[in-house]
């Protein structure tokens, strides 16, 4: 069996890119492996947050995670903040972590341009995600493409530490889907979608109101060919539809390929809302469900306990290897 852990930060409402490059793959994982699926909301901080806002983001990511269909009987559910060994492997992974390495990371530099003085947090982040996989013994971790260069990093610190200290941690894995690990923006079809973004149209939220999605598919950009098939160098808005299409119905490219051979965008289009909708409608209502509902926080308690085992456990080594302490 594999054992996998991914994170998503309760930094909003998800979208149709969250949905493809992560969830869908986490629902799918759950059946077949040990899965550990966490709301990073410790990760969220490095940015400065309105409190209000966190509370309820968190919230709704549990409903989300809980709505796609992640079962807290398969899989263990749970809050990075709910489980202290998180922070203190955090320490740890820092102290493993070189400033120059951090320094190149793309995400860190991204969000540093906006910021106007950079919070040390925001630098060390990836130290934290590095400590959020190897504490579960992860094998594997499920993200999109963007995750990339993290990932290599928590590598990196891992073997590192190893090297260091003797053998202590698994070297995990990405998993990075061939198609669907890059959903891009409907509107700008060379940039990620992401819900950060000011234009409403680019971005499909969870959330949002199915005539809206509609709306927001048909109005997606295309090109002014009228053949459909992937190239995402040269037809990135049709492909990412096409992209779209081929993950939520489970169906290879070829296969979508073939499907839409002889049609035209407008076809496309039509058919990529409907497949769209369809997904979401049930996972709309049984979002509002676990929204409102005290099973969440129950399940939420349980997944906390479930994970805390095993991560004190990898801590209580860690510890032990590292010649700290006095009560292990
Ligand atoms: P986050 O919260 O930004 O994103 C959650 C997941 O969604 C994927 N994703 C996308 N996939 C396809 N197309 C898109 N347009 C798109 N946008 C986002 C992300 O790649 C990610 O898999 N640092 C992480 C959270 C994290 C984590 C971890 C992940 C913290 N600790 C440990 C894995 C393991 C993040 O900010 O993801």
Not at 3 to 29: C, D, E, K, M
Not at 37 to 62: M, S
Request: overall charge negative.
């Amino acid at each position: 069996k594999k054992r996998i852990l991914s994170g998503i930060q309760p930094s909003g409402t998800l979208t149709l890119g969250n949905y493809i490059g992560a969830l869908q793959h986490f629902v799918r994982l759950q059946e077949e492996e040990e899965c550990y699926f966490c709301i990073v909301d410790y990760h969220a901080i490095t940015l400065p947050r309105n409190v209000e806002q966190l509370r309820e983001n968190k919230r709704k990511l549990a409903a989300t995670y809980l709505a796609v269909g992640i079962d807290p009987e398969k899989a263990t559910l749970f809050a990075q903040s709910d489980v202290s060994a998180h922070l203190e492997l955090g320490w740890i992974m820092i102290t493993t972590s070189y400033m120059g390495e951090l320094e190149r990371m793309t995400q860190f530099k991204e969000k540093s341009k906006e910021a106007e003085s950079i919070p040390a947090g925001l630098f060390t982040y990836p130290s934290l995600q590095a400590a959020d996989i190897v504490l579960y013994n992860a094998t594997h971790v499920p993200v999109g493409d963007d995750q990339k260069q993290h990932l290599e990093l928590a590598r990196d610190l891992a073997q590192r530490f190893n090297q260091r200290y003797g053998e202590t941690f698994v070297i995990p894995e990405p998993m990075i889907a061939e198609f669907g690990a890059r959903i891009m923006s409907l509107t700008e079809p060379t940039s990620k979608m992401s819900k950060s973004s000011l234009v409403e149209g680019s971005y499909i939220s969870l959330l949002d109101d199915l005539k809206t999605v509609e709306k927001k598919i048909k109005r997606a950009v295309t090109d002014s060919e009228n053949e459909i098939r992937f190239d995402a160098v040269n037809k990135p808005a049709v492909s990412n539809l096409l992209t779209i299409y081929s993950s939520i119905t489970n169906k290879s490219m070829a296969e979508a390929e073939e499907h839409f051979a002889g049609k035209g965008y407008g076809a496309l289009k039509t058919e990529v809302a409907e497949v769209v909708v369809d997904m979401l409608k049930p996972f709309q209502e049984k979002y509002e469900y676990y929204y409102q509902s005290e099973e969440l926080d129950k399940l939420m308690q349980h997944g906390a306990e479930k994970a805390r085992k095993v991560a004190n456990e990898t801590l209580q080594k860690v510890r032990d290897t590292l010649g700290v302490g006095f009560t292990n």
